[in-house]
């Protein structure tokens, strides 16, 4: 359908600045959610502070007919409605784009660019006009923005009428007069401005069979379909929106509609620490549980990832990665756990790690983490990050297959224990290295003290050299075995370069458009997404089958990279890292500046 | 229990209890404590409680952290799983299991490094979410196992086995559990096996979190003259404020409890804690009451024991959370997932 599409039509990027706690996220989810009512690919993208009122917050729509939606650098228009970032949010308009700001109160003169065209809307005069109450005003000059919109792109005005009528759905007042600064805004615009923009939407149908979802609610799901009864968590940006809509979830679909008792519990934790104690706990007691957390957590929780690793206890661990080190910016997007989750605790370990790279795998890969940490009894980590998992993406609606049913490893029965002459916890391995473990409660004979000090494959304590290395050996034949039933990479092949890329997670949209832009500039480049961790052997042969191998990750220090270089023997000079790390999510223009300025510098080929 | 193994022999005249099980059924491991150790002293009283009770040995489960009091759970009930886990992180670690299996008893096994430094916070949080188990201080003021470092809870003046005097003031584990709304406190001594079996007895029965401090010298590096752990000197100071029995249920002796009884309550299931002896005054269900008449002996230098406060009727944190009977580790997979119906009707919302 999209051949008979005009140029700029439904391929542009917005940005909206605004002051956070000014109620501007909702007007702009609107619109957002109106375009991808409208069949057109769509992202939304919120860059904002760790704050609750009063700092810049931006957000970013990008339409793209072709499905690339990955974050736009090259703004069409600019909604300015914060007088604090004028300047900066001016200056990033596309020479020939366009600035709509408030006009209610002039414009300083040493803002006005020639090569831009400005849109003045005096929408707070037009909200305290006709609106009584303060707070409403307020509100209300975002919704007329939004009517503004409609009317430059031509958003279709009953999608955003029905959207409005779900939201204050048994709320008529508010309803009516969000209406009304729908209206006022885009009556203003027809009045004043020539409507539609020559960049515009028009109706496509490429929204069939896909939602709109962030990846945290997504992740929830999964845990839900997972069958994880339980889950503790300690607050913390980006990741309490995970636990928050696993609460919602499980109210709606836990309680026991015999007795109205909850077959779930949640507790908030007094920290990190306690929260993965209380997931150990759980699953050590045959619970399936999980805890969400960002990199300040995992850091936490480094000491008790060591003791279920060693300990052999499975359990799940939802990492939202936000930007560290430290503190770092709580607010904004980063791959930087990686090394941190793939050896987390002191001693050898290693663990099992998945990367979604958009909602709908966090759906199936949460699902995923849990068989994997009980076929395996030990943690797995699912790293998100919080591009996907607080904003809005679109994605093909989620499926389930009734005949799932959890693979709980292997856990010995009352009837498997009277089979055996004597149960010991650390022997009798399966192919998979995985020896049988037993619950308690379930039958005396299957007694025996867990511990994370040293202990021998009978389970009892040790400290004689042999007996230790026995176990930990087998724990890293156990490890490199997960390998095979971790997902496997995701590889395009057919471009038969000497090039390859190789990316990670959110990176995967926009690494997809910078290999079709640079394939038309004759950069040819095969694809492979890691997805799993440890490596699938796949892995290996693509960087050897490739004379140069372009690594791009969000983090400063290259830590995908270092962990390809550590865990296969491909030369390092072979890897090449293309890094974004400023806490915004990547966009296709990083990675494609990135792998020309490689390519014209030489390194690639002759370094 | 003494550092000595014993003949798997059973004298044929060993009482049993109503499981027919006899107390070398309660036994584990042979103790590696060093000899006299105050521990293996409680750990005789656990073992007494818990065929007392005829406790089904695996139906209990034996939690604890990183020290010499961490190390016990191993000297008992070989039949119950144990988690010895990591430093300070058994309160945790066991709010977890009993969140994920409510039919399961829980002991959790501690000392004053593991509880009132490293683990506090997590003991403080177990407490106030009221985690149905035994939680044992095994207290001796000292960190034995890294030799001889003062805990936590060692005594402004006290001195270390060098001769040098602790600074700090100590944290009382007792006046902490009362002030943040522990409904079982107790406090023992180890060589009083007399007074700290009735009170494990009654802390098994108990609805919520039975926190129980049990005075417990360090043989190797506590027990000299200057120590206020010691045995001399806990002998010389314990005052046993209350005497207290606990009646199962449906037991003859329930009509057995006279008028004289100073109190009585009954726990959730029904037994009676029947208290047999307390001071003029003293109401061990009065949290404000236990608390100044603590205040008020400590300060005079006594160590106040015994059963000190309950409070039977403060929600644990199942009842609190309204979970279901069915343990959740038990939850069969068809109650957990709504299934593929409810997910398509749900991804209506997401458009």
Redesign the interface.
Known sequence: MHEQLRPGVNDFAIKLANVNGTGSASANGLIMQAIFRMGIPVSGKNLFPSNIQGLPTWYEIRVNRSGYTARSLDYDLMVAMNAQTYRQDIREVRQGGYVLYDSSWPLDRNLYRDDVNFLPIPLAQMMNEKFADARQRILLKNIAYAGALVALLDIDLPIVEELLAETFAGKAALRESNRQALHMGRDYAREHFSCPLDFHLAKMNANDGKILIDGNTATALGCLYAGASFAAWYPITPATSVMDAFRGFCEKYRKDPETGRNNFLILQAEDELAAIGMVIGACWNGARAFTSTSGPGISLMNELIGLAYYSEIPAVIIDVQRVGPSTGMPTRTQQGDLLECAYASHGDTRHILLFPANPAECFDFAVQSFDLAERFQTPVMMLSDLDIGMNDWVVPRLKWDDSYRPDRGRVLSAEDLKDIPKFHRYSDEDQYYVPPRTLPGVDPKGAYVTRGSGHNKFGGYTETPSEYQEVVDRLAHKQKAAAELAPRPEIQNGAGSKYGVITIGSCDIAVREAVELLAGRDIPLDYLRIRGFPFHRSVEEFLYAHEVTFIVEQNRDAQLRSLLTLETCVPKERLRSVLAYGGFPLSARNVVEGIVNHLEAGHAVHR | MPSIAKPLARHPALKQNELGLTIRDYEGSMSTLCAGCGHDSITAAIVRALWEISMQ???L??MSGIGCSSKT??YFV?????????HG?M???????????R??TYIGVSGDGDSLSIGI??M??AIR?NVRMVYIIENNGVYGLTKGQFSASADVGSKSKRGEPNQFAPIDPVMLALSIGATFVARSFSGDKEQLVPILKAAFRHRGMALIDVISPCVTFNDHTGSTKSYLYTRKHAVSATDADLVPPASEIVANISAQDVTAVTLHDGSILRFRSVPEGYDPTDRVKVTSYLQQRQQKGEIITGLLFVNEHVPDM?EM??????P????P?E??????A???Q??EE??
């Open positions: 040995p695996h139906m489960a034996k759970p191993a070989n039949g119950a799983h144990g988690f010895n886990s990591a992180r309160p945790a670690i066991t709010t977890g299991a009993a969140a994920a299996n039919e399961l916070g997590h403080c949080h979410r199942h959370n309204n979970t279901s009977d069915t959740l580790a038990r939850m997979y109650k957990l997932c709504p299934g593929s409810a997910l398509e749900l991804q997401f458009r």
